[in-house]
């Protein structure tokens, strides 16, 4: 006894993982704002190297419970490079910053519950390894 029910085992008997439940205005309405501009530029530098430098401005303009970040600039770096002036290889790597935006239902919670705190509960059916009932 005490033993819990792994995810891959739930999922091999057909049973939830865990249990959540929806609360609210089911005909509520949301607006994402998003903006985005991009700007980029390559640059041969010597004959077998190329760099490819841009920036990215991301604005997600959120609602009068969550506040608007503007400081979302996203650099985006690239170089192509083939050693010794070989035809058939080429070596290429990147880096970039990538901003993920905010879930739509953050924004029907505020909206719902406006300046209250937000308690997030999540209730796994098979129970929490490591901990015996």
């Known amino acids: 006894m005490g033993d819990t029910v792994t995810a891959l085992q739930s999922y091999n008997l057909g049973i939830p993982t865990f249990y959540q439940q929806g609360f609210g205005d089911p005909d509520w309405t949301g607006w994402a704002k998003r903006f985005y501009a991009f700007a ?9 190297l190329k760099l ?24 985006r770096f690239g170089f192509a490079w083939s050693p010794g002036g070989a035809q058939n290889t080429v070596v290429r790597g990147g880096f970039g910053m ?15 519950l406006g300046q209250q705190k937000i308690s997030t509960v999540l209730v796994p059916i098979g129970g929490f390894p490591g901990i015996n009932r």
């Open 40 to 48: 980029q530029d390559s640059y041969k530098l010597l004959p077998n």
């Open 52 to 75: 490819d430098i841009g920036l990215r401005y991301e604005l997600e303009v959120r609602n009068k419970y969550i506040d608007t970040n503007k400081k979302d600039f996203a650099p």
């Open 98 to 112: 990538y901003y993920g935006t905010t879930p739509a239902f953050l924004y029907y919670i505020a909206d719902q």
